[in-house]
């Protein structure tokens, strides 16, 4: 019993340390930020579209998400469970992704589940991180708003933000580890390498399959900042 409510108030305050380092690296890099949208208004315009497009067309295919799959029934039960008694029960299942849904159990009822809400906005988020990750991996606006487009209609992404799994929440969090960590790799921050790789550990604990992309990707920022 220690160890379940141990793993799930753990994990609660790695999730909070997050969105607030989150929260002030945009606050830390505003003025950067708004400078760089007023530089290049045109490719900031275009993918402002696609991110609504994107995001409009994820929320509104979200009404037709039902559990028709164990696994959406099991995640969903799981994250109930953390919400009411704050306790992670081990199965074969890691235990972030339920523990990330429980935060947003009270927003919505348990027969539309939360994850397929969180799915569909983190799918939508997904754009603009894939964005920005490849704008600084190539330094090439174009490629990173052909980018977002190919994630924005990608038929199996697009399916995947409208169920309640943990494969678009993987996704973002890598994503946004790598952008923190290619950061911290400029800047020389250990804070934010210890941030990315926060993020990147809590990702693999959403789908451990992405362990292997991350590395990948990984390895290659490191040999492409040689």
């Known amino acids: 019993m ?4 141990f793993i799930v108030i753990w994990l609660k305050m790695l999730f909070l340390i997050c969105f607030i380092s989150i929260s002030y690296l945009i606050f830390y890099y ?7 949208i007023k530089n290049n ?29 164990d696994d959406q ?25 339920p523990v ?32 920005i990750f490849v704008l ?12 977002s487009l190919v994630i924005a209609f990608f038929p199996i992404h697009f399916r995947m933000s409208n169920i309640n799994e943990p494969y678009i929440s993987a996704i973002f969090f890598v994503s946004l580890g790598l952008i923190i960590g290619i ?18 550990a809590l990702s693999v604990q959403f789908y451990i399959l992405e362990i292997f992309f991350t590395f990948s990707l990984l390895f290659y920022i490191i040999i492409l900042k040689e």
């Open 2 to 5: 220690f160890w379940s409510k």
């Open 73 to 97: 029934i099991d995640f969903s039960i799981k994250a109930l469970e953390i919400s009411n008694t704050n306790t992670y029960v081990f199965q074969r299942k890691a235990p972030s992704y």
């Open 183 to 200: 950061l911290g790799i400029k800047e020389k921050s250990y804070l934010l390498l210890i941030l990315s790789s926060t993020l990147l």
């Open 136 to 147: 600084l991996l190539t330094k090439n606006s174009k490629t990173a708003l052909l980018s």
């Open 30 to 36: 505003k003025q950067h930020i708004l400078l760089e």
């Open 41 to 69: 208004k045109k490719t900031y315009l275009i993918l402002l579209v696609i991110f609504l497009i994107g995001l409009g067309g994820r929320l509104f295919f979200m009404m037709d998400s039902y559990f028709i799959i």
């Open 100 to 131: 990330l849904i429980s935060l947003f159990q009270p927003l919505t009822r348990f027969d539309f589940s939360p994850g397929v809400f969180l799915s569909a906005i983190l799918g939508g988020l997904s754009i603009i991180s894939l964005f």
